[in-house]
């Protein structure tokens, strides 16, 4: 399993702005990819799946660009409790997700 | 809701103990991880398992076996404990890969050796 990359950050907005993450993946194989958010000392949970053609939940929305191979994640409206480490998952040939280091968002009133 | 549930949140285990750690899950799922963390290292994946009584190793296996004796049990065996392996422990569930569902994990064990 190849690697996948993000910038820990930590990314600083105050509430209301918009932010975005990217996370490249190495292995062009890659087949699935997801974006999970983890609070501080708590497990990781799936926040979406990221499909080929894109998909929105609320305020989030996440793209996939198989050309560049990197997705992205995009916060619209930050809110207070946005603030966690948001890791990428891109899956090769096994299906097996390799995680990125996370990123780090502290939004702030 | 799927649920992952591991037997202990917080453990302090001395050198060159055998250490037992365990994961249940209640939906049924074949698939079963088992994960360390580590700050500025991320989510490294130890072994897993596809089926009862299969497993597989992940990217950093040294020092520790598993066992599925069950479907909905995995547990990780460290098998003389170091003081390297101290470290959140995550154990994850999925349905089938392909379906590109992702995992749900269980809270974690936070390991400390001694």
């Known amino acids: 399993r190849k690697e996948v990359e993000q910038d820990p950050g930590p990314f600083n907005v105050p509430e209301g702005a918009t932010v975005a993450f990217n996370c490249t993946y190495s292995n062009s194989a890659s087949q699935s990819f997801f974006w999970y958010r983890q609070d501080c000392r708590k497990e990781p949970k799936l926040l979406m799946s990221?499909?080929?053609s894109g998909n929105e939940d609320g305020r989030f929305t996440a793209q996939l660009n198989r050309a560049s191979q990197y997705i992205s994640l995009l916060i619209r409206d930050s809110k207070l409790s946005d603030s966690a480490t948001y890791l990428c998952g891109a899956s090769g040939g096994s299906y097996i997700p390799t995680f990125g280091r996370g990123t780090s968002l502290i939004v702030h009133p | 809701d799927v649920k992952v549930t591991q037997s202990s949140r917080y453990l302090v285990k001395r050198t060159g103990e055998k250490v037992f750690l365990e994961c249940v899950q209640d939906?049924?799922?074949?698939?079963m991880f088992w994960y360390r963390q580590d700050p500025g290292l991320g989510l490294r994946l130890i072994y897993f398992s596809y089926d009862v009584k299969m497993k597989e190793k992940g990217d950093i296996p040294e020092g520790y076996s598993v066992s599925r004796e069950k479907k909905e049990r995995f547990s990780l065996i460290l098998e003389s404990a170091s003081t390297n392996q101290t470290s959140m422990y995550l154990c994850?569930?999925?349905?089938?890969?392909?379906?590109?569902?992702?995992?749900?994990f269980g809270s974690g064990t936070r390991l400390t050796v001694v």
């Open positions: 994850a569930s999925s349905p089938p890969l392909m379906t590109g569902k992702g995992y749900t």
């Open positions: 939906m049924d799922h074949e698939n």
């Open positions: 990221v499909y080929s």
